[in-house]
């Protein structure tokens, strides 16, 4: 994993581009500075052109020859009055090499070097239109929408990263379910969560950490990690992962403030962990995301009828959406670079108006070496609940009274990530427990 795949991710953007000639010239972010000051912002490089290169350092740029399949990185010249600041850097050589480069130039030499390639059309990202102005330029959707769908399908460098950042993110996981007690703050956790992956080598926090704990927890992005862990009834929802490599995790486990989870959390729970177990066996090539989604509202009705939360027929349950009242975001979402990553919806696609379904991050087909995050939920989110209720169509099929006895849950959530495969899927998050037996076994030994 010492060598980034640089010329690969070109390749296959050029394939997606459909052009035998041309050439793709891509710049990277700039250092921000704080208004009215010389504090830098914390660096994050662009996307997009983290895949076409690997650098995650300002100022750099590159290009690709389509037709001589060359592929060029541009580095950025530092002075000597800068070295003393910022470091010697790497030479050329070093960088051309890391990034699996064929030659490296000083980006004071754009303009020569991209001139001589005598391009018939330049490919260029929108944000880059200005700075490429100058050459024949084609339009600049066409290369945003071809590196999309590359960043898509991940190549063996990138599922490894990716499981490194999940093994380090599970052991963060792991060390606050076993060390967490009663009158902590959820922002110790978050702090602590944040130090153990930064000291395993991950760069930052893929996102904004979420510890909720109790109410909190219907909140899908509660980030002011700032309530005490006062009651040992309560649940704690921890969403967080690290971004190791310029690559992301994303991971949920919800789990009790006390050594057991209640009666209720329990019961929530298990219909949750039934939810993500069901749909990532189901995970496999040629199916569609959305048909996962349905599949988790069906395990999630049939739980939620069981304890009396929902009435009537199961039929008449998934027809009226009534499951999105209780899990109003989608199954989960493409992950990569990005979070949230880029490729959801090809061209043309839609989105399903419905309950629950109109978050859905992602409609399309399985294929093998996307990954995916799997996260169902369940959730007692009194505003949505209020609706719910003021809907005679989809209030028939829920009694309110037995959901006022589960309300102090808040919500539960639990977050893999996966990769499919030609015949299903590899979870990377392997390394996480989350069935009841072990989450219990790390509280306990929390008070031990």
């Known amino acids: 994993m010492t060598t980034y795949p640089a010329k690969q991710h070109f390749v296959a953007t050029a394939a997606r581009l459909g052009a035998d000639t041309g050439v793709i010239l891509v710049y990277g972010s700039e250092t921000l500075i704080h208004p009215d000051s ?32 060359t592929a060029i990185l541009f580095v950025p010249h530092v002075s000597a009055d800068e070295a003393v600041w910022i470091g010697v850097p790497p030479s050329l050589e070093e960088y051309r090499a890391a990034h699996g480069f064929d030659a490296a130039y000083y980006t004071r030499d754009i303009s020569e070097v991209v001139g001589a390639l005598k391009p018939s059309a330049v490919y260029t990202l929108p944000e880059n239109a200005s700075a490429c102005a100058a050459y024949p330029l084609a339009p600049v959707e066409k290369l945003r929408a071809a590196v999309h769908e590359a960043r898509v399908y991940k190549d063996d460098y990138e599922i490894e990263i990716m499981r490194r ?53 219907a909140v899908l992005h509660y980030t002011k990690n700032n309530m005490v862990l006062d009651d040992a009834s309560d649940v704690v929802l ?150 719910a209720q003021a809907t005679p169509a989809v209030a028939q099929f829920i009694d309110f009274e037995v959901v006022k006895r589960y309300r102090s849950v808040g919500g539960v959530r639990i977050e893999d990530n996966i990769v499919i495969t030609e015949s299903g899927n590899d979870n990377l998050t392997s390394e996480c427990p989350k069935e009841i037996a072990d989450v219990e076994a790390l509280r306990a030994s929390a008070y031990a």
């Open 238 to 387: 921890v969403d967080a992962g690290g971004t190791f490599g310029n690559y992301a995790s994303d991971i949920t486990r919800t789990w009790p403030v006390g050594p057991r989870f209640t009666d209720n959390a329990r019961e929530i729970y298990s219909i949750v962990l039934d939810m993500q177990k069901t749909v990532i066996s189901a995970c496999a090539p040629l199916k569609q995301w959305e048909d996962m989604h349905a599949l988790a509202a069906q395990v999630a009705a049939e739980g939620l009828l069981r304890l009396g939360i929902l009435t009537g027929d199961i039929v008449g349950i998934l027809a009226n959406h009534v499951v999105g009242y209780f899990m109003p975001h989608g199954i989960g979402h493409l992950i990569g670079i990005d979070t949230h990553d880029v490729g959801g919806y090809p061209a043309g696609t839609e989105r399903i108006n419905k309950p629950g379904l109109r978050y859905l991050r992602a409609r399309r087909q399985m294929q093998p070496r996307m990954v995916f995050t799997v996260e169902p939920g369940l959730y007692f989110v009194d505003a949505i609940l209020a609706e």
């Open 38 to 69: 010389d504090t830098e912002y914390e660096f994050h490089q662009n996307s997009n052109f983290y895949y076409l290169s690997g650098v995650a350092e300002p100022g750099f740029a590159a290009a690709y020859d389509i037709s001589t399949r």
């Open 165 to 217: 950042a999940n093994q380090i993110s599970s052991s963060a996981h792991v060390a606050l379910m076993r060390e967490a007690r009663q009158g902590m703050v959820e922002t110790e956790l978050r702090g602590r969560f944040v130090g153990l992956v930064l000291a395993q080598g991950c760069s930052y926090e893929a996102y904004g950490s979420i510890v909720a704990r109790g109410r909190n927890a």
